[in-house]
């Protein structure tokens, strides 16, 4: 089906391909704007069930459920890339879906994303794409210390594997699952930020300043915004994010992570077609969310502005943090000037599990950044 420009207005049904935190947070910012809202998600439980007025709960392969919830929308989204092909092209019969099946195709899959990136000349790592442990050990010979990762999922640290030398190749490719993987050179990191763009379906795009990022163990800890690049760098950071969403011809939203070499060279790292942990801090820093930007784009409404009104950080809260079914102390991080809670409504905690973030505000970056981090060091489980 061919996307509508007219666009859809409030009263009408989004239809999320996804119920995690991401789409409750986005379902949330759609109700207050007047759509209603359901949802696909296999988890029964799914973080957005309770802002819906309907989940389907089905398997990602389900193309049935998903042709279902798209002839009870006027346009459907998504939350989460990994859903099957054949799963996009059934809802795209029935509904406008953004971003179009094979854009999110291309990004889904590390190897793909990495290939076509190289492909269209965008500026990456050294990387080689491997179907065999013996070539996982080739790859590491010639690029020398590396970072192993599975072509499928494994987000948030998971799938992947460091390695030092081509001995440890095997077990490398075999601990990140034993199919199609992809081989990364170690790079000597100044910094990691991320651009956040947004594009409607008549062609209007909206870029978000760079947020500055820090990871543990391949999961995001805190991030930033302004992320205090310089002016070239955060003008070359925001010409290729939009460069990059523009070539896949995204509709809807596009976070492009970013790395700073030492050298100050440009490289990217990962691309994801939906709205994104680094920009958490949009729902208080930016004169537009990223989570309203994004039901305007889908509906083709006018993007929303993206200036940092104030600057602001955001700190993940995992599941570490809840000890023998305890919570974390809540009170006691809201009591730091400028901190709120946001919890994603997820009924089980484990560790590394993403139960929520802290965000606040400050006069500066570095201070927004100072109080959420002073927020989070008095998040301990109640002594009651």
Known sequence: MSDALAPILPGATIGFLGGGQLGRMTAMAARSMGYDVIVLDPDPDCSARPVASRTFTAKWSDAAAAAELAKLA???????EQIPLATLHAVAQHRPLHPRADAVHIVQDRARQKEWLVREGFPLGAVRTVDTAEECTAAIALLGPSIVKSAHGGYDG??????????????????????????????????????????????????????????????????????GATETLSRDAMALARAITERLDIVGLLAVELFVLDDGTLLVNELAPRPHNT???????????QFEQLVRAV?????????????????????????????PD???????????????????????????????????????????????????????
């Open 158 to 227: 998971r799938g992947q594997v460091r390695v030092t030398t081509a001995a440890e190749g095997a077990a490398a490719f075999h601990g990140v699952g034993g199919g199609r993987a992809v081989v990364e050179q170690f790079l000597s990191i100044r910094e990691e930020l991320s651009v956040l763009v947004a594009r409607s379906a008549n062609g209007e795009v909206a870029v978000y300043p760079p947020s500055r990022n820090h990871h543990t163990d391949g999961v995001l800890t805190w991030a930033v915004i302004p992320a």
């Open 330 to 384: 809540f009170a006691a991080a809201m009591r730091v000037r400028g901190v709120r809670v946001h919890l994603y409504g997820k009924p089980e905690s484990r560790p590394g599990r993403k139960m929520g973030h802290l965000s606040a505000v400050g006069a500066t970056a570095d201070e927004a950044l100072a109080r959420v981090r002073e927020a989070y060091a008095l998040l301990r489980p109640s002594a009651s």
């Open 279 to 289: 920009y958490h801090h949009s729902e208080r820093s930016c004169a537009t969310s």
């Open 74 to 80: 006027d346009v459907v989204t998504l939350e989460i």
């Open 299 to 327: 509906c083709g409404l006018p993007l929303g502005d993206t200036a940092v009104a104030v600057p602001g950080a955001i700190h993940n809260v995992l599941g570490d943090l809840w000890v023998d079914g305890a919570p």
